[in-house]
């Protein structure tokens, strides 16, 4: 079946430091990418929506500055998190869509990102 | 915007027992889809069912269904013969294309599978 592999699964760095984390489809071509963050005992929030190619779409709230998204090919996409603080540990989720695939989604398995 | 709501935020139920988890949402579409993930303590995403709003059939998988009540924009799973793997939070989710084809969740249930 489908696979999106995501790394790093988890990631501690200091507060002020960029954090690069990334989501590639193995053996499939992912159209859109979708970008989620889940902070601990809560739902899954959209941060931003990413199609190949194209500049990403970022929620309301979501700094577009702090959380860059790159989505260069169809097989890779990442979120870099900058001048990360505290506040921004969490756990980010990445979810993929192929056109191929009948517009189902294949997740990640997450990276748990802790700012010390 | 759409909202998907899971009123509890906690079930609980006997191994071969059943439960059921409640979710409503609000939307003015009406070609949309609705999901129910799983989450283990692992927190990878797993997808347990899915039912296209234009299907009037309740969606079926195995040990887990649902009854979709479009009226009433009702989306409950029904999880049968319980097992302690069926124990993780639970999300419904919403998506239709005029969201970007975005999965809009819910707060999610967490279930607790008790031998």
């Known amino acids: 079946g489908a696979v999106v592999s995501q790394h790093p699964s988890w990631v501690i760095c200091k507060s002020g430091t960029s954090v690069k984390i990334e989501c590639r489809s193995l053996?499939?071509?992912?159209?859109?990418m979708f970008w989620y963050r889940q902070f601990p005992k809560q739902s899954l929030m959209l941060m931003a929506t990413?199609?190949?190619?194209?500049?990403?779409?970022?929620e309301q709230g979501v700094e577009k500055d702090k959380f860059l998204i790159n989505h260069a090919s169809l097989t890779l996409s990442t979120l870099t998190v900058t001048s990360a603080h505290p506040e921004d540990s969490s756990f980010y989720i990445c979810?993929?869509?192929?056109?191929?695939?009948?517009?189902?989604?294949?997740f990640g398995s997450g990276t748990r990102l802790t700012v010390v | 915007a759409q909202t998907v709501t899971q009123s509890q935020p906690e079930m609980s139920v006997q191994e071969a027992e059943t439960v059921t988890l409640s979710c409503t949402y609000d939307?003015?579409?009406?070609?949309?889809?609705l999901f129910w993930y799983k989450q283990p303590p692992s927190r990878q995403m797993i997808l347990v069912i899915r039912?296209?709003?234009?299907?009037?059939q309740n969606a079926t998988e195995n040990r887990f269904s649902v009854n979709f009540q479009k009226a009433a924009k009702s989306f409950s799973l029904k999880i049968s013969d319980s097992q302690l793997g069926d124990a993780a939070m639970y999300f419904c989710?919403?998506?239709?294309?005029?969201?970007?084809?975005?999965?809009?969740f819910g707060k999610g249930t967490s279930l607790l599978v008790t031998p």
């Open positions: 990413s199609n190949e190619g194209s500049k990403a779409t970022y």
């Open positions: 989710a919403y998506r239709s294309a005029m969201s970007g084809y975005a999965l809009n």
């Open positions: 039912q296209e709003a234009y299907k009037q």
């Open positions: 939307t003015s579409e009406s070609d949309y889809y």
């Open positions: 053996d499939f071509q992912a159209t859109t």
């Open positions: 979810s993929a869509v192929s056109r191929a695939k009948n517009y189902g989604y294949t």
